[in-house]
């Protein structure tokens, strides 16, 4: 074989253009002179939603935004055809090159390219390029709604492309002009085409020669082939190349990425001159789904487990660099993943050549989400969307599947005009028929798949389980509704009534806050102890059943959601990872499952700080400790005391660990092959004494939360503990029942509402109501007190986006007027937090306590009216 010097001299140049923005959200006017406009200077990627998508207000901004920036044109780029290159702006963008409109795009996801030369002036160095983009509603382009923040700007990338006169098309949908598919590969051989088009611009007819060069990761040339086209003045041509045999083929799978490449050239035939050249990566791979059997890459059977990712980040908003999300990309690789679902709109580049690279199979969709409009601008964009996600991401071997709706039965219309309503869902079924037969015709070579909810009835009765040719179901038994059970029913339920439809799950997971832990995990407590078991659960009845092609975890990492409230407003806590990407301990769980190597992990390692209250012996307090893990035993020793062995249970092993005072290091170990894996980890405990007189373990400061069983970890670092009833010697309760709001389906205790002046909403969620009194047995001294309240009834209430139908609504306020006494002192009196402050905001109330003898301390609740309520108590030693 041929070693080949591919021409260094590309004859393409492609210039970032990131830097030294002007950015304002002021009125402006296109060649107007906007002396009031006030500049502020920004680098892209820009997004102007980080701060108000976080903020109590509830909305974000949803309207114009403007950039401008002057480029020089250097003598390297005159005469060249010049583009300007958006990988993506949200959601409908202006282009206007020295006061000329140059172009325009709708839709916020897929990328654009607007050719400027025209506009440029003759001679001139310089060329002022101003963007609007707006991110308003705008009920033609989708999404309408979801649960996900529609951050405003130009959040990706923007490149200059400068090209010669004769080149690949670019005005193809901001493709790369070049397609390359894998009409038959087999382990003995395969077959690549090549197809695009190009255009001349020059005003003679021209002799092109378009070569396609194929090379091994090597850079050796494995096959090679060529045309001469010849082309009209200012004409489009077009190209097909059949590479029958490209040798032997090392094939592409996630386990052995193997990338070939694909360099296609324009040559001037008359010159020999190289006009313009493209590099695609070629991943040689053949698969295949099955009713019963599931997926099968390169003849073999292949469960495809994965996650999705939203592309945003805490503190960067949806503008993250490109190495932000390659390193997305590797973690959901590196949880043993061999799939990801680009949900829900197509991603970064960088993040599809990832997938190539790193080895990850995909599905890609257009973001179609919850509703449609019934409008030809709609059903318009939403095909546009269609065809520049399949040509732009068309050549990356990673993609298996095109998808194009996301739970589009989630928010019916007309919910009271039944006939309106069959309308709007015979037109969801139109629109998915032509987006299935656009996409098929679009590529032959790749799935179709639409992913549904749980509504199986309405999604059969109207046809879009067998629509797509994969059906895929977004399932969330055990969170959004009650029973785990539920899951597994639903599997076996799709697999018995649609057997020759494949599937796949395209959506499970459930919430963890990782700041909230829980010795009692329940459904909807938020805690990082009822997600584990969650996902536990469902890896178990995934695996079980051959007929489910893949699974794939909602999702990544926590992202924003503006709408949403919860234990921490604003975030989807459904990450793997949290918004920062820290891993959580079901991240953990995946790895042990998956990924084909010794594997142990300290799996609550984010939970490195501890509290709890000692044993009546004063000693210790026992608290689970879990690991994840893929071997079979594994030993813990704790401050180099061995604790035992324990079999490891579905890929977890847990221990009731008594840990002292202070620190605790925690040893896991296990050997597999006669090796020795092992994690540690120090875990800092601060142990309450039992009583709190105790000589051993000094009181020093007690943070409790009322009326919930979790533990939390707050925004300054304080460790909360749930609280207990009253016992002589130590502190608690007396009276008053813990906050839980009637048939709510849900939440086992507290509120999810946003509670306003405050980053840590789970002290203030929760509360004892009709709470008597509380009391500390300390010992004679000086103290701080500190109550927290929060009135919990009362003031809107809105649920979405799990509620869709809950568009807000008044509650009842409650009457509620107290006294409270601190060692029968008045300390707050006619204490009304309704009226005084509002409802659902955070109330602080701080005294000094003096405590002589053995008096210690008695809050006392008095009420006026309705009933006392108290949220979260602190008892702080002061000398
Ligand atoms: C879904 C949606 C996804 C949400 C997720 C959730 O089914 O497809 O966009 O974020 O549920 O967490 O509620």
Not at 115 to 128: D, M, Y
Not at 153 to 172: E, K, M, P, W
Not at 680 to 698: A, E, G, R, S
Not at 836 to 860: E, L, P
Request: net charge neutral; proline share 5%; aromatic share 12%.
């Amino acid at each position: 074989m041929l070693f080949v010097a591919v021409s260094v001299h590309a004859q393409r140049t492609v210039l970032p253009l990131n830097d030294a923005w002007q950015f304002s959200k002021d009125n402006y006017t296109v060649n107007a002179a906007n002396a009031a406009v006030k500049w502020q200077a920004v680098n892209l990627p820009h997004t102007w939603n980080i701060d108000d998508v976080m903020d109590d207000v509830p909305g974000y901004y949803r309207g114009a935004g403007w950039y401008k920036k002057t480029i020089n044109i250097s003598a390297a780029l005159k005469n060249k055809n010049l583009f300007l290159y958006f990988e993506g702006a949200n959601q409908q963008t202006e282009v206007y090159v020295n006061g000329q409109k140059a172009g325009s795009h709708t839709g916020g996801y897929t990328a654009f390219c607007v050719p400027v030369s025209p506009f440029i002036k003759t001679g001139s160095n310089k060329a002022e390029i101003v963007v609007k983009v707006d991110n308003s509603f705008n009920e033609n382009i989708p999404p309408l709604s979801a649960d996900f923040t529609f951050y405003g700007g130009i959040y990706r990338c923007v490149n200059l492309i400068a090209t010669s006169d004769v080149h690949f098309s670019l005005s193809d949908n901001a493709s790369k002009g070049v397609y390359i598919s894998t009409p038959s590969v087999s382990e003995k051989k395969a077959m690549a085409a090549v197809k695009g088009k190009f255009i001349n611009t020059t005003s003679q007819k021209k002799n092109l020669k378009i070569s396609s060069v194929v090379l091994d990761r090597s850079h050796k040339q494995v096959a090679t082939i060529s045309s001469v086209i010849a082309v009209n003045a200012k004409q489009e041509g077009s190209f097909s190349q059949q590479l029958n045999d490209v040798g032997t083929p090392h094939l592409w799978s996630p386990e052995d990425p193997y990338l070939y490449s694909v360099i296609t050239t324009i040559t001037d035939a008359a010159t020999g001159i190289v006009l313009d050249e493209v590099k695609n990566p070629l991943g040689l791979r053949w698969f295949k789904f099955d009713a019963g059997q599931g997926f099968f890459l390169n003849g073999k059977s292949y469960k495809l487990i994965g996650t999705s990712r939203h592309q945003d980040y805490e503190g960067m908003g949806n503008a993250v660099s490109k190495k932000v999300s390659v390193e997305d990309v590797r973690f959901i690789k590196n949880a043993g993943s061999n799939f990801f679902r680009v949900a829900h709109y197509p991603q970064d580049p960088a993040v599809m050549d990832a997938c190539d690279s790193i080895g990850l199979l995909t599905s890609v969709e257009i973001p179609v989400v919850n509703e449609i409009t019934e409008s030809a601008n709609f059903y318009r964009n939403c095909m546009d969307m269609q065809v520049e996600m399949i040509r732009q991401n068309y050549n990356h071997p990673s993609v298996i599947i095109w998808c194009y709706m996301n739970e589009i039965f989630l928010k019916p219309h007309y919910t009271n005009d039944k006939d309106k309503q069959k309308t709007y869902f015979a037109a969801i079924a139109a629109l998915a028929r032509s987006l299935d037969s656009i996409t098929r015709k679009e590529d032959p070579y790749r799935y179709t798949m639409i992913a549904n909810h749980a509504d199986f009835n309405r999604y059969q009765e109207n046809g879009l389980t067998t629509i797509a040719m994969i059906t895929g179901w977004n399932l969330y038994s055990g969170w959004y509704s009650a029973k785990q059970e539920d899951f597994p029913a639903f599997l076996d339920r799709h697999h018995e009534k649609l057997p020759n439809q494949p599937f796949m799950i395209t959506e499970y997971g459930a919430d963890a806050d990782n700041r909230i832990r829980s010795m009692e995990p329940l459904r909807f407590d938020k805690s990082v102890e009822y997600t584990t078991q969650f996902h536990q659960f469902y890896i178990t009845e995934i695996m079980k059943r051959p007929f489910v092609a893949g699974a794939v975890v909602w999702n990544l990492a926590d992202f924003n959601s503006e709408t949403r409230t919860e234990s921490m407003p604003h975030i989807n806590n459904k990450g793997l990872l949290t918004w920062d990407r820290v891993p959580k301990d079901p991240y953990f769980l995946y790895q042990a499952s998956f990924l084909k190597t010794p594997f142990v992990k300290i799996a609550s390692s984010g939970w490195e700080n501890r509290a709890g209250v000692a044993d009546s012996a004063g000693n210790f307090c026992v608290q689970p400790l879990q690991v994840a893990s893929n071997l079979q035993v594994l030993s813990l020793k704790v401050n180099d005391k061995e604790i035992g062995n324990v079999n490891v249970r579905n890929y977890l092993a847990t221990w009731n660990v008594p840990f002292v005072n202070g620190a605790n290091r925690v040893e896991v170990s296990g050997y597999s092959n006669g090796k020795l894996y092992k994690d540690v980890m120090n875990i800092h405990f601060q142990l309450q004494p039992y009583n709190l007189d105790d000589k051993k373990t000094v009181f020093k400061q007690l943070n409790v939360l009322l009326g919930a069983k979790r533990y939390f970890t707050d925004s300054s670092k304080q460790l909360w503990i749930p609280d207990q009833p009253y016992r002589a010697g130590s502190w608690g309760c007396v009276g008053g029942k813990p906050f839980i709001i009637d048939n709510n389906g849900r939440l086992p205790y507290g509120t999810d509402k946003n509670i306003l002046d405050t980053d840590d909403d789970p002290i203030y969620q929760t509360q004892l109501v009709g709470i008597k009194e509380y009391c500390f047995d300390v010992p004679a001294g000086k103290y701080e007190l500190v109550l927290h309240f929060a009135e919990l009834q009362g003031g809107v209430v809105r649920t979405p986006p799990y509620n869709l139908s809950d568009t807000g609504r008044e509650e009842d306020n409650v009457k509620r007027i107290f006294n409270v006494n601190v060692n029968n002192v008045p300390f707050l009196e006619h204490f009304n937090i309704a009226k005084q402050y509002g409802a659902a905001k955070a109330i602080t109330k701080r005294t000094v306590v003096n405590v002589v003898n053995n008096s210690g301390i008695t809050v006392s609740f008095k009420a006026v009216e309705g009933e006392p309520v108290l949220n979260a108590i602190q008892l702080i030693r002061i000398d």
